[in-house]
Every structure is written in C-alpha cells, then in structure tokens.
C-alpha cells in the first residue's frame, strides 16, 4: 500500500491510498472492507483519525517514511524513484 501526499501552497492537501501488490480491497480480520484501491482522504493522519489510521488499526500496516527506503521501493516496482 502506497500514500501519495498531496500539497498546496498552505501545506497538506490530501492523500491518495494505493494498494500496489495485492487485493483491490483491503479487508480486517472478520472479512469486512476497511478500504478500495486508490481511494483519498483529506483528513491529517494522526491527528483527525482519517483513514490512513484505521488502516493502520485494522490491517497492522507499518508505513515507511524514509526517502532511501521509498526510493528503493519505486525502483523495484517501477524501475525508477518516487514519483512524487
């Protein structure tokens, strides 16, 4: 799963959640849909209980926000670094 942030000239803007390797649905453990590919939210992670933190609840993601660990990522799945 992917968070594309998006931003504006007052700071962040929203995210765009992409599944890249898996399921266009995002299901917890009882079967039920926590989210589809590619959907956004405008709420602030952390913060306004958006929906980047529920998935993090319901699926146990652990994001990565170091740059040299996403580029690596975008060099295996798409042959080249971030494309934000």
């Known amino acids: 799963m ?3 942030p998006h931003w504006n000239e ?4 929203w995210y765009e959640l992409e ?3 898996g399921p266009e649905q995002i299901l917890d453990e009882a079967g ?3 989210m589809d590919d590619c959907v956004v939210d405008q709420r602030v992670p952390g913060e306004e209980g958006g929906l980047i933190d529920a998935v993090t609840r319901e699926v146990d993601v652990r994001w990565w926000t170091d740059r040299e660990r996403i580029d690596a990522f975008w060099a295996t799945h798409w042959g080249s670094t971030s494309p934000t």
């Open 2 to 4: 992917v968070a594309h």
């Open 10 to 13: 007052n700071g962040f803007d």
């Open 19 to 21: 599944v890249l390797d």
């Open 32 to 34: 039920r849909l926590v």
